[in-house]
């Protein structure tokens, strides 16, 4: 079974035993209820060679008062067994009071990007994402990190972080995992019943929806958004938090379609909310899914 550790001066101990061996540090940052979407950041962090720390850390900062944080899973054991199963060579598994010890008044933030689609609907969450990875960062010293796209906001934002604070860190983002029938896999697919389960595929018909529209000629993004809401809009028990056809670099809403174009949902299926995005490339006259 992979080794756990829990405190900063053993996980640092170990990654210099590592680096004294002639190894990189690859890091997958989690917050556990690991699933085949986090099992491929620890696959690919093993195929690119190293020693791979895998973080397991339910943030307490990007939940807001009305969100799950206490019901949010937490199946160590089996996490665990994710793992070592994958070939993660350890386990950074902190308690709360290790990552902000008392008194912590510290923050990070990355203005514009962070108060827009998931920033807007959910205030203060990436100013908590942002903390906990720039610290998971200075406490694991990775060189590689990885992250998965199916949290396309998280990761352009996490790039901003880095280039703007002189990070030593490369971020790699890797393909968003999805179900056969194309439910993006999540932590939170748990809480689904099997009707709600059903009615999550609104996300993805919906963003086909909108990627068919684009390959077939549609450059109005106030006409791709429309039509990816009508999707969710007519699907029973879908409640529509945005639906959003923005530039991939800034978040930006475009109303004319050019250069990378993101497409991004975020929906409540009863009480159980779900994100899910695609990216295309555009020009005037030819558009192209990139493979995510």
Known sequence: MTDVVNTVADLRQAVVRARGSGMLIRLVPTMGALHEGHASLIRAARQDGGFVVVSVFVNPTQFGPKEDLSRYPRPFERDREVCSREGGDLIFAPPVEEVYPEGSATFVEVKGLQDVLEGASRPGHFRGVCTVVLKLFLMAGPDVAYFGQKDAQQAIVIRKMVRDLNVPVEVRVCPTVREPDGL???????????VERERALCLVRALREGRDRVLAGERDGKAVRAAMEAIVAGTPGAVLDYAAVVSADSL???????????????????????????????????????PV
């Open 252 to 290: 930006q809403e475009l109303t004319r379609l050019e250069g990378k174009v993101l497409l991004a949902l975020a929906v409540r299926i009863g009480s159980t909310r779900l994100i899910d995005n695609m990216l295309l490339t555009v020009t005037e006259r030819t558009a192209t899914e990139i």
């Open 184 to 194: 993006a896999l999540s932590s939170r697919n748990v809480y689904l019943s099997g």
